[in-house]
């Protein structure tokens, strides 16, 4: 039974139902039943009413597992406890069998057998993957900064590249230099601070590295405020 398709989470998997439903009708697919689009149709409806329903369920547990705390720790200020709102729950659609998975599979691969069945229906339906062609030329790398223990420390998204090229710039008047090399999606900037008590501004690009040369687009530059310790 092919799933690999099928998202993972219950709120995915139910957002990939109702596009399903919301688009089965633009199509004449020769080996999809009526009745099979009708169980879809009534899964999607149903387990939006489950998770709906189960959210309400979550909120007001918490809401009231607070006023029963406050009710027994806290202090007495002279008024009454207010008590938590009990939500009204949507009217539940016709139930349906467990199985939705499968039910969803087996209509997805009669989709895909169907005649004229193409794969930009299947992505249009979101029971195809899409594929994305890596072009090395159209990369930019995505950088968090954050400090550890007062030194720059970086995390970048590698992906397919080898590393990245780190230029950097020390505020000295000498602009952005090569620096050093990535080939963790981590990094720690090791360079001696600035002497006790003084701050700089120590800014940093980042480019990927790919087969040994520097392609695509720089990151937006990365200011850290390093003070010495």
């Given at each position: 039974?092919?799933?690999?398709f099928?998202?993972?989470s219950?709120?995915?998997?139910?957002?990939?139902?109702?596009?399903f439903c919301?688009?089965?009708?633009?199509y004449?697919?020769?080996k999809v039943?009526?009745?099979?689009?009708?169980?879809?149709i009534?899964d999607?409806?149903?387990l939006?009413w489950?998770?709906?329903?189960?959210k309400s369920?979550v909120i007001?547990?918490?809401?009231?597992?607070?006023?029963g705390?406050?009710?027994?720790?806290?202090a007495?200020?002279?008024?009454?406890?207010?008590?938590p709102?009990?939500?009204?729950?949507e009217v539940?659609p016709?139930?349906?069998?467990?199985?939705?998975?499968?039910?969803?599979s087996n209509?997805?691969?009669?989709?895909?057998?169907?005649?004229?069945?193409?794969?930009n229906?299947?992505i249009?339906l979101?029971?195809s993957?899409?594929?994305t062609?890596?072009v090395?030329?159209?990369?930019k790398?995505?950088?968090?900064s954050?400090?550890h223990v007062?030194?720059?420390?970086?995390?970048?998204?590698k992906?397919?590249?080898?590393?990245v090229?780190i230029y950097?710039?020390?505020g000295?008047?000498?602009?952005f230099?090569k620096?050093?090399?990535?080939?963790?999606?981590?990094?720690?900037?090791?360079?001696?601070?600035?002497?006790?008590?003084v701050?700089e501004?120590?800014?940093?690009k980042f480019?990927f590295?790919?087969?040994?040369?520097?392609?695509g687009t720089?990151?937006?530059?990365?200011?850290?405020?390093?003070?010495?310790?």
């Amino acid at each position: 039974m092919p799933t690999g398709f099928i998202k993972q989470s219950i709120e995915d998997f139910n957002a990939q139902q109702i596009n399903f439903c919301s688009k089965i009708g633009n199509y004449n697919l020769d080996k999809v039943a009526d009745e099979e689009i009708d169980d879809i149709i009534a899964d999607a409806k149903y387990l939006s009413w489950e998770i709906n329903t189960r959210k309400s369920y979550v909120i007001t547990a918490h809401s009231w597992t607070n006023y029963g705390n406050a009710l027994f720790f806290g202090a007495d200020d002279g008024l009454d406890a207010i008590q938590p709102t009990t939500p009204i729950f949507e009217v539940a659609p016709p139930p349906v069998h467990p199985g939705m998975r499968t039910r969803f599979s087996n209509i997805a691969a009669n989709c895909k057998s169907s005649t004229g069945f193409t794969k930009n229906i299947g992505i249009d339906l979101g029971i195809s993957a899409t594929v994305t062609v890596f072009v090395p030329a159209n990369g930019k790398p995505m950088v968090t900064s954050s400090l550890h223990v007062g030194h720059p420390f970086f995390r970048y998204v590698k992906g397919e590249y080898e590393g990245v090229q780190i230029y950097k710039d020390r505020g000295d008047g000498k602009g952005f230099l090569k620096f050093d090399k990535a080939i963790n999606p981590t990094y720690l900037d090791n360079t001696p601070l600035p002497t006790v008590g003084v701050a700089e501004v120590w800014k940093y690009k980042f480019v990927f590295l790919y087969k040994y040369e520097e392609v695509g687009t720089a990151s937006a530059a990365e200011e850290i405020l390093v003070t010495g310790m």
